[in-house]
């Protein structure tokens, strides 16, 4: 025994294989219920031990004498000593263990068969086995104390527990794999004797610590880098973790960097009860991780997905287990560890979410956050996991760790130009990860490997999570597409199944197939679908099928010439725009889905026909008083497919009620009544808001009032059809989830109206209304004449009698008309009714010729604030319409004012002018001109006048054909009150038109 104690006490070594990463996979047969499971894998991790290429370690198989003895030699480190020669006669310079034989034989592990000879190739029996490992362990001297071989070895092992968890059927038998790992893990930790020269003494060195240089640890898991517990109060540094033992309140730090470059592995553990191996050669060195071993130290867990959530209160969380049976489990309250999104949430910490409806920050307590998201149906409920983990194994959660994801879809892979994630489904929706950002970081996995942002392609689906304080992203990528038919819809809509597997379908879902495909999903339907780690459905393409073109039918009837052969009119654009046609139906022909007889395609047309047709109850808008549309009782849009000159299918409306949207190509539904809508750049609006808007995609059918008038059906483009800022009759339908309609019927004579808008001239009644005939309408109108902006003088005629009735000359007006140039929708500017007053001697505020009189700004005065300021308005409100330039600055778009003239510069070309009137000051009338406005008179500008008896405006000077020019104004430098007193019509700063009042 003096040879083993003195090369124990003079050379300890480390095996350098144990130093390594450890990567084990469990063996196919020893599973859970194997008593040496937890020796197994021990050893295996610490490199003492492997299995069989085939994933196997045959923990029934045997071991022979020369293995074991390699086992015992490589524990101590003596794995590269060599020999020339043997002491067994047995074992010859060949044998492949030769040089361990030999070390364990001069060591004293060993001492052969009695007869000079070791039978290295025979089972090592279990007795043989224990005396082995009692003589590495220095206890040879109490064995033989008590008794001889084997029987004092048997009973020293038994004392020293290396035969704990061994199952044997004699010590004389062979000693099979499992035993022997069991026995060599419970020597591991067994404190080593050691001779001193006299004596054999007791020490603290192990085979683990000591020999393997490892150290074991079992605690709680509390901080890895900035991943942290309530119970970690200490900052971690990079690639370094903590872990809590059980015996001690003294975190114990551990370097990580050789194990692993990636935290989650680590990560994964936090809040778990763990046993780890480290290497630390001496206690001023770090200490290494070697292994976590997470096979034989067991965490109470609970995994839940979002949708077995139940409810969250008095920390206390109910849920469904994977039976759907309602359980409850407690939470601690005091010391429970609460991780959202990767990161810790402390105990006393308000937590600040932003409600995803209102986009409003809102606050709460710790405990009230953890209602919020644990609860459904919430403004706040997860779409996540969560994992509930008792570390102390007394039915109370220690620590919750939430994962709550948003989703996007890449677009395309991201470059390092900028590292984004432009997001497919959403317009404008992006992630940023850049991997030398100092403000966050993250970890990207797809198929459970890390990857990096570039490594992310197009249609990969993503959930991510983002820390509350946004330092930090989670990231689980896939790329899973499932293709088939739909064969069942479930009744709440949220789920399909395709190929006998049922699939939940996101809400993006959904809406993506609407605005791309134009679809709803339902039974039937085929597609690719592409699922996120949740098993739902984020988006899909649906299989293209032929679009059933719009038509509008103008009759059905029976051709008794053809044996009864049904037919009807059409204006079916796809087969020929320039007129509606007849088309005879096929004998079989598929209505609404259904194949039905042709024959009863009259009834049903006729059924359907008193579904549309808003344009009646309009009539005297759209057409003129007492107009009405002639119908035919088939008149209806619908979608027809005509081949080969018949008429194979027709889909028509089912109800006259509006729908919100109809995204399916293979319906029509009516989404927008017939109403006069102003139109803007593709939108339409009603009352102010938008309604809808059309695309290149929109078919625009324009239906005549005579239905019967083949040759009036037109389909138009967006660009032929309407002009911004005018206003037309439509009805809309098949609006899409994204507003868009996929038809528009345009009625009126062609269906538009140009109304008044900011670039609208005002106008200058020149002479009173008359009554004429009109022949476009058929009746008596009213005809008047006008100056509007720097143009001649322009006669129009008026949509009805009434509305232009009680015009005056001199009165500033704006109006709209159609494209029969029908005067409507007047709109009075200023009257000059309230001129003339002034102009009579009223006074304001003690002034003559005062043009600063206010008025109280309300709907019926158009918000104006003066009644001889006009201004036009942004729409509804009393805010300006403005215009800007660096020459003009910022000034009314458009503008009717009325001033005083206080000088004309003729050789500049411009007037100032004035609003504020003539004040006496001792019996003389003179103008305050301090506050003036300049304005530029150019040779576009129309200088007018009224005449001296006020029936009518002239463009002349008094008495002759010369035209008004900017000579023939008077300023009050030199006439006094008698000035010119003028009225202003501007645009965008500039003066289109003078009138000159009298």
């Known amino acids: 025994m003096k040879k083993l104690t003195a090369i124990l006490t003079s050379l300890i070594m480390t095996l350098s294989v144990i130093c390594q990463t450890s990567v084990f996979a469990a063996f196919s047969d020893v599973g859970d219920d194997n008593t040496y499971k937890d020796a197994i894998t021990t050893l295996t991790k610490l490199k003492v031990i492997d299995g069989y290429e085939d994933g196997t370690f045959k923990p029934d198989g045997q071991i022979t004498r020369a293995e074991f003895t390699k086992l015992i030699v490589f524990i101590l480190g003596y794995k590269d000593l060599a020999y020339d020669s043997s002491d067994f006669t047995d074992v010859d310079a060949s044998h492949w263990a030769k040089n361990y034989i030999q070390t364990a034989y001069n060591l004293g592990i060993i001492a052969g ?152 592995d680590i990560s994964k553990y936090l809040g778990n009860t763990i046993t780890v191996y480290y290497e630390q050669l001496t206690d001023k060195d770090d200490r290494k991780l070697i292994i976590i071993d997470d096979e034989t130290t067991k965490n109470s867990e609970i995994k839940l997905d979002y949708e077995d959530l139940n409810s969250f209160s008095g920390n206390s969380l109910k849920y469904y287990d994977s039976s759907s049976k309602l359980k409850t489990v407690k939470l601690k309250e005091d010391e429970l560890t609460v991780r959202y999104n990767g990161k810790l949430v402390a105990k006393n910490e308000t937590v600040t979410l932003t409600n995803p409806t209102t986009k409003q920050e809102e606050t709460f307590s710790r405990e009230e956050a953890l209602e919020q998201w644990l609860t459904p149906d919430t403004d706040y409920t997860i779409y996540g996991d969560v994992k509930l983990t008792d570390n102390g194994d007394d039915g109370t959660i220690d620590m919750i760790q939430i994962n709550n994801y948003d989703t996007i879809v890449a677009y395309a892979t991201p470059t390092t130009t900028d590292y984004r994630i432009t997001d497919k489904l959403v317009t404008g929706n992006y992630l940023i990860l850049d991997p030398q950002a100092s403000d966050y970081t993250y970890t990207i996995t797809k198929n459970g490997s890390e990857i990096p942002v570039t490594s992310i392609s197009a249609n990969d689906v993503i959930l991510y999570t983002k820390s509350l304080d946004g330092s930090y992203y989670t990231l689980l990528v896939t790329n899973n597409p499932v293709k088939g038919s739909i064969t069942s819809i479930g009744s709440n809509g949220d789920k399909m199944t395709i190929g006998g597997k049922s699939y939940k379908i996101g809400s993006k879902c959904e809406a993506y197939i609407n605005d791309k495909d134009g679809k709803t999903l339902k039974t039937g339907v085929s597609g690719t679908f592409y699922l996120d780690a949740f098993n739902t459905a984020v988006f899909g393409t649906l299989e293209q099928t032929a679009v059933i073109p719009y038509a509008y039918i103008t009759n059905a009837f029976i051709d008794r010439d053809e044996g009864g052969k049904i037919y009807i009119t059409a204006y079916a654009p796809t087969v020929s725009a320039s007129s509606a046609s007849s088309y005879p139906v096929k004998d079989k022909v598929k209505f609404n889905g259904a194949s039905i007889k042709s024959e009863l395609i009259i009834d049903k047309l006729k059924a359907s026909a008193d579904y549309t047709n808003d344009d009646t109850e309009l009539a005297d808008q759209i057409y003129g008083a007492g107009k009405t549309p002639t119908l035919t009782g088939f008149s209806q849009p619908a979608r027809v497919t005509i081949t080969n000159g018949e008429v194979t299918q027709i889909v028509a409306l089912t109800s006259d009620a509006l729908q919100t ?313 030199n006439y006094g009150e008698d000035c010119s007193k003028v009225l202003v019509c501007s645009s965008k700063g500039t003066a289109k038109l003078i009138v000159i009042y009298n």
């Open 113 to 264: 068969m009695g007869d000079g000879t070791f039978a290295p190739d025979a089972p090592v029996t279990y007795e043989q086995a224990l005396k082995m490992v009692v003589c590495t362990l220095g206890y040879v001297q109490f064995a033989e104390n008590l008794g001889e071989w084997p029987e004092g070895f048997i009973k020293q092992a038994n004392t020293l527990d290396l035969t704990k968890k061994v199952n044997s059927t004699g010590y004389s038998e062979g000693a099979t794999r499992g035993m022997i790992a069991q026995v060599l893990y419970n020597a591991l930790e067994i404190p080593i004797y050691e001779n001193n020269g006299y004596n054999w003494v007791a020490t603290e060195k192990t085979l683990m610590q000591d020999y393997l240089k490892v150290k074991k640890l079992k605690g709680t898991l509390v901080g890895v880098e900035d991943y942290l517990t309530e119970d970690c109060k200490q900052d971690l540094n990079e690639s370094e973790m903590a872990i809590l033992p059980n015996d001690s309140s003294d975190l114990v730090k551990i370097d990580f960097s050789e194990f692993t470059s990636n935290v989650t």
């Open 661 to 973: 949207q109809n995204d399916d190509k293979e319906q029509i539904a009516k989404c927008k009544a017939a109403d006069k809508y102003t139109y803007s750049s593709n939108s339409f609006s009603l009352n102010g808001k938008t309604a809808f808007s059309i695309n290149s995609s929109t078919v625009v059918l324009y239906v005549p009032a005579d239905r019967t008038q083949r040759e009036k059906y037109a389909k138009k483009t967006a660009s032929s059809a309407f002009t911004t800022g005018d206003t037309y009759y439509v009805e809309a339908y098949d609006i899409s989830s994204s507003k868009v309609a996929g038809l528009l019927v345009l009625y009126g004579n062609d269906g538009t109206l140009t109304s008044v808008k900011k670039d609208t001239n005002f106008s200058i009644v020149s002479t009173l209304p008359e009554s004429v005939y009109n022949e476009v309408k058929d009746d008596s109108v009213l005809q008047f004449s006008v100056f509007a902006g720097s143009n001649t003088e322009k006669a129009w005629t008026t949509y009805d009698r009434t509305e232009f009735a009680d015009v005056q000359v001199g009165d500033v007006i704006q109006f709209a008309y159609d494209s029969d140039q029908l005067a409507q929708g007047r709109i009075n500017n200023i009257k000059f009714a309230d001129i003339a007053e002034v102009l009579d001697g009223k006074t304001y505020d003690g002034k003559k010729f005062n043009w600063e009189e206010e008025q109280d700004p309300t709907e019926d005065n158009n918000y104006q604030k003066y009644k001889f300021d006009y201004r036009f308005k942004k729409n509804g409100t009393d805010e300006d319409e403005v215009y800007n330039s660096t020459s003009t600055g910022t000034v009314p778009y458009s503008r009717a004012c009325m001033y005083n003239i206080s000088q004309v510069l003729t050789d500049e070309k411009k007037i100032y002018v004035t609003k504020t009137g003539f004040e006496n000051v001792d019996g003389t009338y003179t103008l305050d001109d301090s506050d003036y406005e300049e304005i530029t008179v150019n040779a576009s500008t129309k200088i007018v006048r009224m005449d001296e008896d006020r029936d009518e405006i002239s463009r002349y000077v008094d008495n002759t054909t010369t035209d008004l020019s900017i000579n023939d104004l008077k300023d009050a430098k």
